[in-house]
C-alpha cells in the first residue's frame, strides 16, 4: 500500500509540476517548517516520557499531548507566521459574516 502511494505521488508530482509549471524545489521546500516542526514536537515527548514515567496513563499521555501541541503551534507561530496571516484572516472573516447571516435568515 504504502509503495502504490508513493509510486503513484510521483506519477501525479510529475504530472503535476509539468501542467502547472511549478518548481519541485519549491514544491518540497513547503514541508520544510512543517517536518522540522514534527521531529521537534516528537523529540520533546519523547524526553518528557522519562521524567513523567512514574504518572499514571492517562496523565503522561495528556501531558505529552499538551507539550506536543505546544511545541508545535510555537514553532509554527515563531517561523511561520507569514503562512498563518491568511488562513487567520479569513477565520476572522467568516467570524465577522458569521451573525450577519443569523441576523438576516
Known amino acids: 500500500?504504502?509503495?502504490?502511494q508513493a509510486l503513484f505521488y510521483g506519477v501525479e508530482?510529475?504530472?503535476l509540476r509539468r501542467s502547472?509549471?511549478?518548481s519541485?524545489?519549491?514544491y518540497l521546500s513547503e514541508a520544510l517548517l512543517p517536518l522540522a516542526a514534527s521531529l521537534l514536537m516528537a523529540a520533546g515527548v519523547v524526553l518528557l516520557t522519562?521524567?513523567?514515567?512514574d504518572l499514571r496513563l492517562v496523565l503522561q499521555l495528556a501531558a505529552e499531548i499538551a507539550?506536543?501541541?505546544?511545541?508545535y503551534g510555537v514553532i509554527l507561530l515563531i517561523f511561520g507566521w507569514q503562512r498563518l496571516k491568511e488562513p487567520i484572516a479569513m477565520a476572522r472573516g467568516l467570524r465577522?459574516?458569521?451573525p450577519q447571516?443569523?441576523?438576516?435568515?
Open 13 to 15: 508530482l510529475f504530472f
Open 1 to 4: 500500500m504504502v509503495v502504490n
Open 50 to 53: 522519562g521524567p513523567i514515567g
Open 20 to 22: 502547472a509549471g511549478f
Open 101 to 105: 447571516e443569523d441576523a438576516g435568515g
Open 67 to 71: 507539550l506536543g501541541a505546544a511545541i
Open 96 to 98: 465577522r459574516q458569521r
Open 24 to 26: 519541485l524545489a519549491t
